[in-house]
C-alpha cells in the first residue's frame, strides 16, 4: 500500500513538472505575448511578492473563508433536506417539487437576485455560494437514504427504533459513500462561485485580485492568483480524500 502511494506520488509530481516545463517552453518561444502570458519565474516572483510582501494571503484567506462558509451552509442544509426527503414519502412528496423546479437553476441567475435583496455584499456572496453547492449533497443524500435496503426498515421496526434512530444507526451509514463523495463536489463548486462573487460584488479576495489584475494587464498576479486556486482545489481535495478514508474505513474491513 505504502509502495502505491509513493508511486501515485512519484507519477504526480513527475506530471507537475513537465507541466511547468511545457509552459516554460511555450513561454520562451513567446508563442503568446509575454504582456498576457508570463513565464513560470515572472509567476512565481509575482506569487513570493504577494504572499510575504503583499495582499495577496490576506486575499487568499478571505476567499477560503467564504469558500468553507458556504460550503458549510450548503452541507448542512443539503444532508438535513436530503435525509429528511430520503426517508419520509410525505416529505417527498410535499418538498420534492419545489426542489425539482429551483434545481435546474444554475446559481448565476440567482446572481441577480441575491443583489436584489442583499445588494452587493458578503452575505449575497455567502447565499449564491451555498445555493450553488447545495445540489450535489442534497441529491445525494436523499437518493442514498432512499436507496437502502428496505429490509433494514422493516427490521427497525420489529427492534423498535425510533425515525432518529434509523437515521443515525442505519440510513446515514448507508448513505455515508454518495455523501461524502458529494462533500468534495460541493466544496469546489463552493471555491469557484466564491471567485465569481467576489468578482462581481467587488470583495476582497482572489476574485477581486485576479479581475483587478487581468484589467491593468499584470499577467504575472493573475496567474499567481490562478495557482493559488488551484492549489486550494487541491488542498481542499485531498483533505477530504483523507476524511473519506477514515469515515468509510469499516466498509473496507467488512470486505
Do not use: C, N
Amino acid at each position: 500500500m505504502r509502495h502505491f502511494s509513493l508511486r501515485r506520488l512519484l507519477l504526480g509530481t513527475g506530471a507537475l513538472v513537465l507541466f511547468v516545463l511545457a509552459w516554460k517552453l511555450v513561454t520562451d518561444a513567446k508563442i503568446v505575448s509575454p504582456i498576457f502570458f508570463p513565464g513560470p519565474e515572472r509567476t512565481y516572483a509575482a506569487l513570493v511578492k504577494g504572499l510575504f510582501g503583499g495582499a495577496l494571503l490576506t486575499q487568499t484567506l478571505e476567499t477560503i473563508q467564504r469558500m468553507l462558509l458556504g460550503w458549510l451552509l450548503a452541507s448542512f442544509v443539503g444532508v438535513f433536506l436530503g435525509a429528511l426527503i430520503g426517508v419520509s414519502k410525505q416529505a417527498r412528496a410535499f418538498i420534492a417539487p419545489t426542489l425539482e423546479l429551483l434545481r435546474p437553476l444554475p446559481a448565476s441567475a440567482m446572481i441577480p437576485i441575491a443583489i436584489a435583496f442583499l445588494g452587493f455584499s458578503d452575505h449575497m456572496v455567502l447565499v449564491v455560494i451555498a445555493f450553488g453547492a447545495l445540489w450535489p449533497m442534497l441529491l445525494a443524500t436523499m437518493h442514498g437514504f432512499a436507496a437502502m435496503e428496505p429490509r433494514l426498515y422493516e427490521v427497525s421496526q420489529v427492534l423498535g427504533l425510533s425515525r432518529s434512530e434509523v437515521i443515525w444507526k442505519l440510513a446515514l451509514p448507508s448513505a455515508m459513500p454518495m455523501i461524502l463523495a458529494s462533500l468534495r463536489l460541493g466544496l469546489t463548486i463552493s471555491l469557484i462561485l466564491a471567485v465569481v462573487g467576489e468578482m462581481l460584488a467587488s470583495r476582497e479576495g482572489l476574485g477581486q485580485s485576479i479581475l483587478a489584475a487581468s484589467r491593468s494587464f499584470r499577467s504575472p498576479d493573475l496567474f499567481a492568483g490562478i495557482v493559488i486556486l488551484g492549489a486550494i482545489g487541491l488542498a481542499g481535495s485531498r483533505l477530504l480524500s483523507v476524511a473519506e478514508k477514515r469515515l468509510l474505513r469499516w466498509q473496507a474491513a467488512s470486505r
